[in-house]
């Protein structure tokens, strides 16, 4: 990955995570290319195939190669959840990738999340009424994926015993 921040010692758990998908039959998204710069001020980049990303440039945002699979996939969805920008979307030359999904979100039919308050960000950045169009957006990152998790939260636990009285 070049000189693109990664984090060592979540590799093994990223890999299990990929081999459980694999073994239940789960189709997994990964992008297939990157947008590359040498540094974040860049004043613009170059899509890359994901595993040619040249030593000394980091991927700072996905590319139009994995925007189009993505889009593809959602046409299909009947639930889409997004949690995490794709990019580096504050900066202008990165922002093409997470907008591209935040676009191709909103124009599916499927119930469409998003979590996380760098993705709300992300989403309202996108302009051309997107988060409008979005079923619910929520800042709370954290807690979205503890609720799809399963686990109990406070706050929902005091709705739904308010609910059943």
Known sequence: MGASLVEGDKLALARTILEKARDRG?????PVDVVVAARTEAAGGEAVDVDAV???????????????VFARSFA???????????????KTPFAAGTFGVARAMSESKAFTVVGGGDSAA???????????KMRHISTGGGASLELIEGKSLPGIEVL???AAQ
């Open 26 to 30: 789960v189709e997994l998204l990964l």
């Open 54 to 68: 040249p030593a000394g440039r980091m991927a700072l945002d996905i590319g139009p190669k994995t925007v189009a």
């Open 76 to 90: 299909d969805a009947k639930t889409i959840f997004w949690n995490g920008p794709m990019g580096l979307f504050e």
């Open 122 to 132: 992300a989403v309202r950045a996108a302009g051309g009424g997107i988060a409008e």
């Open 160 to 162: 739904r015993t308010a």
